[in-house]
Nanobody, 125 residues
Framework: QVQLVESGGGLVQAGGSLRLSCAAS????????MGWFRQAPGKEREFIAA????????FYPASVKGRFTISRDSAKNTVYLQNNSLKPEDTAEYYC??????????????????WGQGTQVTVSS
């Protein structure tokens, strides 16, 4: 089992920045990668970033590439998501997630088997 706790969400003006944190505990060594997803009201949960624990390779969709940065601190078992140049359309509940040991598509939601409780990000215009 892996337990995940997100923090760092809040209210920010458009153009501002936030850094989200995800503290992992438990059998973290059993996960190949960590990811961030978001879900706005009435919309499906979408992938926004992922990073492999071992070599730090990162993945982003086009919608956030260049604005969001995922990083990890293996010593602290913590993953971060730096959100810059925030837009009102970035408003959503942001979730941290961990994969199983073997992954086929790191950007695919079904690959993630452990989830945090979410942290709300609200961007005002």
């Amino acid at each position: 089992q892996v337990q995940l706790v997100e923090s760092g969400g809040g209210l920010v003006q458009a153009g501002g920045s936030l850094r989200l944190s995800c503290a992992a505990s438990g059998r973290t060594f059993s996960s190949y990668a960590m990811g961030w997803f978001r879900q706005a009201p009435g919309k499906e949960r979408e992938f926004i970033a992922a990073i492999s624990w071992r070599d730090g390779i990162t993945f982003y969709p086009a919608s956030v590439k260049g604005r969001f940065t995922i990083s990890r601190d293996s010593a602290k078992n913590t993953v971060y998501l730096q959100n810059n140049s925030l837009k009102p359309e970035d408003t959503a509940e942001y979730y941290c997630a961990a994969t199983s040991p073997v992954v086929d598509r790191i950007t695919s939601l079904p690959e993630y088997i452990y989830w945090g409780q979410g942290t709300q990000v609200t961007v005002s215009s």
